[in-house]
């Protein structure tokens, strides 16, 4: 059906290419016989193919399927690989391998958080009549899930408690076992399910192929990897962050986790996972632990051994006087904030790494009248401190020259983004959605704007120059007339962006094709239907939005109904249609928005033909992605383009003369210049890179709320520890830090402060209180 299709766009421009050098006689007899031998081709293919999988259909031997195992199993062993270079990297950033590591323990949840059943068969997987262990550290996590006969285990923990850094801890010692080994552990995030919307299985498919591109690979039978994986039960599925699902999904969340029949893992904090259990019930077949508060003699032993002589002195003023002043308020506050490994490893970071910070400021009661301000002191200066121009951070970010209170900016205007979005990815591609949807039509069309009055005027210097004939003024005004058709068809692309955005969708997605010879099976045919229609649609409309409004301002403007360029463009397609009036523009209108259409459906099955998933055996990065959508965007911008142009070149040409008159020369030139640029344009702002070039690079940077280099900030801030890598898309390190930075951005207002903020001590707050309040 695709070749078909394809065979029949080409064998419209052949008939556009006849009409014009045959002039219209006997076009038909050349479209016929040409169109004949096409679809000869075409069909002869399709048997040969067909023939072929059938032959390969029936000769198939237990030898292919013995052969589509090892594929399995190589690319499980990949997958293994990938997965746990990303979690010793996330221990390596939480220093959980550190000598003096902290000592997390954890209990065996209370049962109105565990389903009855494990209640009375939860014993060892041995066969033993042992019950479950009822507590545990972290090194003994491995041998608590292994006792699991289900393989399904719930981890309960209040906020920083750590639980995604159990999961990965758990994730290693998974890799560390040889038995383990049949099932290859994954973290999934899932703060992006939606549970009302997709079932478990195909949005773990979805990521899996998002977050590593070889998984979209296909087997003998055309079912992607990522699938084959998980029904041949190889993915053994971490789900970190259950309490991050919107609150109204999580009794179908719940329901869909008991209907998932394999084991898995699942991370929640206590509140929302009882509240969920309450309305429905627990996980099924799932054991649970809940992870305890630190103890205080942990607390300090860790702090003082990764500290200098001083400064393990200061640490033990400070526990002395926690110790014996149990009942001070600043001894509840101090030892209530350091029962959490989070704000234990913020602590390290601000008083163990940075010189001037004493510990011994944390006693102040003026300061830190409550917990809540204490706790937000921790998540200030930690920022403070990551951002120290005197901080050592990788080569990757060794060019970054902003402040403290140049990135709390920023990155609060991304927090912000992200809280507003109900989201934790942050993702350079909805990097737009932090501009309200009218803000960015009007951008779009202004930009547009601009880049149609540059376009009108090259158009109309470059297709005088070429044709001979003299360039003055008149060329000059008239170029810069486009201006308002840039306008529309900015307007036009910006409406169709949020009109994809408002059904349901996510808007403008990059894509994840590699160009080139593709050695994978075509996708599915519905899926590459669905897709040409898509583009169909889209370039039809836009080009009808444009064409219309433009064609009519250019009628009122010209004040002839019967303009004979508007004519003549019509009859360039269609001589056969005599009308006149503002019929005429409208004719025009619908004419050049077939024409990009058809022109969008077409480039667009030569991407999926002459492309394939990218097959590199690792993780897939966000800027991994950004480069595939670029090079993808870039061939169908200049493919589109290009068949516009020719088009208008070859048949409005014909319409003024013969070739290569000047007249000829000129007018095809002209408009094969205007709308072969406006397709181009359209198909660019309507790619999630030229979203990302239009408000990443240029918009947002110009109101000040992102820098002029995000990608560079970004890396830089994953780099410092403020941000972490979640497959394919940056996540703050803790929603915790997340919504420190969201109350500090809406509290201090959207302007970047114009001194960064100084370091704070206890003179500097006597110094505050002895000034005069300031409103």
């Given amino acids: ?32 016989g040409i169109a004949s031998a096409i679809f000869a081709a075409t069909a002869l293919y399709l048997q040969v193919r067909s023939s072929q999988s059938q032959s390969q259909s029936q000769s198939q031997t237990r030898p292919d399927a013995t052969d589509t195992d090892i594929r399995v199993e190589s ?19 939480w220093r959980i391998g550190d000598p003096w590591a902290l000592r997390v323990r954890w209990r065996t949840a209370s049962d109105d958080v565990v389903d009855h059943w494990e209640n009375i068969q939860a014993f060892t997987a041995d066969g033993g009549d042992r019950p479950l262990p009822l507590t545990g550290d972290l090194p003994g996590v491995h041998s608590l899930y292994q006792s699991v006969p289900t393989g399904r285990l719930v981890i309960i923990g209040r906020a920083g408690a750590g639980k995604t850094v159990l999961a990965h801890r758990l994730i290693l010692e998974c890799f560390n076992h040889p038995g383990d080994s049949l099932r290859v552990p994954v973290l999934f995030s899932l703060g992006s399910w939606d549970p009302s919307r997709t079932g478990l299985h195909d949005w773990l498919a979805d990521r899996l192929i998002g977050d590593y591109a070889f998984l979209e690979g296909v087997d003998s039978t055309g079912t992607p990897l990522a699938r084959v994986l998980l029904e041949s039960g190889r993915i053994l599925p971490v789900l970190d962050g259950f309490d991050e699902i919107q609150q109204h999904h999580h009794g179908a969340a719940i329901s869909e986790l008991s209907r998932f ?6 991370t929640t904090r206590p509140d929302e996972y009882a509240a969920a259990v309450s309305a429905t019930r627990a996980l099924s077949r799932a054991a649970a632990i809940e992870l305890e508060d630190l103890a205080l003699d942990d607390v300090q032993r860790y702090l003082q051994a990764v500290s200098g002589k001083t400064r393990t002195a200061q640490w033990e003023s400070v526990f002395s006087h926690v110790r014996t002043r149990p009942d001070d308020v600043v001894s509840r506050n101090l030892a209530a904030a350091l029962s959490t490994p989070l704000l ?25 009248p409550t917990q809540d301000a204490l706790e937000e002191h921790l998540f200030s200066a930690y920022l403070t401190a990551l951002y120290d121009p005197r901080r050592t951070v990788r080569s990757g970010a060794g060019k970054a020259t902003w402040t403290d209170h140049q990135a709390r900016h920023w990155l609060g205007h991304l927090a912000d983004h992200l809280a507003r979005l109900n989201t934790q990815d942050l993702t350079w591609w909805r990097l737009d959605a932090t501009l309200r949807r009218r803000t960015r039509v009007l951008v779009t069309g202004l930009v547009a704007m601009l880049v149609g009055g540059i376009v009108g005027v090259l158009s109309y210097v470059v297709a005088n120059q070429l044709s001979g004939a003299p360039v003055g003024g008149a060329q000059f005004r008239e170029g810069l007339l486009e201006m308002g ?25 990059p894509e994840r094709l590699r160009l080139g010879p593709s050695r994978h099976p075509l996708p599915a045919r519905s899926r590459v239907l669905r897709g040409i229609g898509v583009e169909l649609v889209i370039g039809l409309s836009a080009a009808l939005l ?10 009122v403007a010209d004040d002839d109904p019967s303009n004979s360029s508007a004519r003549n463009f019509v009859w360039a397609f269609a001589p056969w249609l005599h009308i006149t009036g503002t019929a005429i523009y409208v004719a025009a209108g619908l004419i050049l928005g077939f024409l990009v259409g058809i022109s969008y459906a077409f480039v667009n099955a030569v991407v999926y033909v002459f492309s394939g998933p990218n097959d590199r055996n690792s993780a897939v990065s966000p800027w991994d ?16 383009g290009f068949a516009v142009l020719l088009m208008n070149f070859v048949l409005v040409g014909n319409q003024y003369g013969d070739f290569p008159s000047a007249a000829f020369l000129r007018q095809g030139l002209l408009y094969g210049l205007l709308y072969g640029s406006f397709a181009a344009l359209t198909r660019l702002v309507l790619s999630a890179w030229g979203g990302w070039l239009l408000f990443a690079r240029l918009w947002l940077p110009l109101c000040g709320r992102l820098p002029w280099r995000p990608k560079l900030f970004l890396d830089d801030a994953y780099d410092r520890g403020v941000l972490r890598q979640s497959g394919a898309v940056y996540q703050f390190r803790h929603v915790r830090l997340r919504d420190h ?12 402060p114009e001194e960064p903020a100084a370091p704070r001590t206890a003179n500097d707050h006597v110094a505050e209180q002895e000034a005069p309040e300031q409103v």
């Fill in 1 to 32: 059906m695709l070749l078909l299709l394809i065979a029949a766009i080409v064998t419209l421009l052949l008939w556009v290419g006849l009409t014009v050098f045959n002039n219209g006689m006997d076009a038909g007899n050349h479209v016929a």
């Fill in 75 to 93: 690319t499980a062993r990949v997958l293994a690989l990938r997965v746990q270079e990303i979690s010793q990297q996330e221990e390596r950033n």
């Fill in 261 to 266: 029949d394999g084991p898995l893992i699942l």
């Fill in 344 to 368: 234990v490893m913020l602590t390290r970071t601000i008083y163990n790494e940075t010189p001037h910070q004493n510990p011994t400021d944390l006693l102040d009661g003026g300061r830190f």
């Fill in 485 to 509: 058709t840039g306008l529309v068809a900015g307007l036009a692309a910006g409406l169709l962006n949020e009109t994809r955005t408002r059904r349901g969708g996510t808007g403008r997605n």
């Fill in 546 to 555: 444009f064409s219309l409004a433009s064609w009519l301002i250019w009628g």
């Fill in 625 to 640: 992605l950004l480069s595939m959508d670029r090079g993808v965007t870039l061939f169908r911008v200049g493919m589109v």
């Fill in 741 to 752: 930075l969201v109350d500090q951005h809406r509290t201090e207002g959207r302007g970047v």
